[in-house]
């Protein structure tokens, strides 16, 4: 795979995370849609004028949702999608050869469920868009085959929603997952991290954080080879899952030989203990560093952070000054 490639790829990646920009393309597309096939039909005027109100109700919520960004409360996109829904069905009922020209775009509210929901809800909706669209296929006795279009179109839908589901359930967990060690990567600590900090602040609860180093690590690297070290890595991770399995701790790779611990509800005392359980992981003889701090009640995230990063640099010291 080229570069360029894989740079678009990221950058698609990328677009597809941010539901307020993928929202008014989704918009934008299907009234350009719509609009192109105008010419292709003959429309009575009071169904041109109700084609023209839905594009414009349309082209209104693309620009509303570029201009909240991301401010609104994810729930804020189910409106999205019950908006779309509810402009499909008028788009395919205004008249007898409406529901051949837009029955596709319930397709489109099927595949953007699937983008940003969970499975189960995705589904409902394509239930949803099955009993809408059924319902259309009723009130207009001069469709051909009702039955037969509907199972066309509902039929695709599903097969289009699975594909979806799929593919983002594969995106989610690599981008949350380091791949070598199957632990929680950087950005779901940071994350949870966020998440953790937010539970204590409205509990008043102990929040406290181990961060680790593998000692001589480099130098397995050097010596070895880097087989070696991923596999010391990996050792140290399976070693570690299975100390806080069970618990409400969570654990992540942070990057090349650092890990870090989140232990909610635990106290100074609890971190400690749990480091001590942690330093007994030594495989091959290689040891490690580990710095636990205890939330202060006043840190940021970043604060706490850096002040674990201390503690640990601090162990790694006395380490190897012992």
């Known amino acids: 795979m080229s570069v360029a490639t894989s740079d678009r790829g990221s950058r698609l990646v990328s677009l597809l995370q941010k539901p307020y920009m993928v929202t008014p393309i989704f918009f934008l597309v299907g009234s350009a849609a719509v609009i192109a096939s105008i010419p292709f039909s003959h429309w009575t005027h009071r169904s041109f004028v109700i084609l023209l109100v839905v594009v414009a109700a349309a082209w209104l919520a693309s620009f509303v949702r570029l201009g909240l960004g991301n401010r609104p409360p994810a ?3 189910h409106i999205d999608v019950v908006l779309g829904l509810a402009c499909v069905c008028v788009l395919s009922s205004i008249q007898p050869s409406a529901h051949v020209d837009f029955a596709v775009l319930y397709i489109w509210v099927v595949v953007f469920a699937a983008l940003y929901f969970r499975p189960f809800l995705a589904i409902l909706y394509l239930g949803g868009v099955g009993v809408a669209f059924a319902v259309v296929l009723m009130l207009n006795p001069s469709i051909a085959n009702p039955v037969t279009t509907w199972l066309l179109i509902i039929g695709s839908a599903a097969i289009l929603s699975t ?8 995106l989610r967990s690599r981008s949350v997952n380091d791949p070598l060690t199957g632990l929680a990567n950087r950005r779901a600590w940071d994350e949870r991290l966020d998440e953790e900090m937010e539970r204590t602040r409205r509990s008043n609860a102990a929040l406290s954080m181990a961060m680790i180093d593998i000692d001589q690590f480099k130098v397995v690297n050097d010596r070895d080879g880097h087989h070696a070290g991923d596999q010391l890595l990996c050792q140290f991770a399976d070693g570690w899952r299975e100390v806080i399995r069970g618990g409400g701790d969570f654990l992540a790779r942070l990057g090349g030989d650092e890990f870090g611990v989140l232990s909610p509800s635990t106290s100074e005392l609890g971190i400690q203990r749990l480091a001590k359980r942690l330093h007994e992981i030594m495989p091959g003889g290689v040891s490690c560093s580990i710095g636990v701090v205890t939330w202060d009640g006043t840190e940021t995230a970043g604060e ?7 503690a640990m640099y601090r162990a790694k010291r006395a380490r190897r000054a012992a």
């Open 163 to 170: 594909v979806t589901i799929s593919l983002v359930s594969v």
């Open 75 to 77: 729930w804020s996109l």
């Open 304 to 310: 706490l952070v850096r002040r674990a990063d201390e």
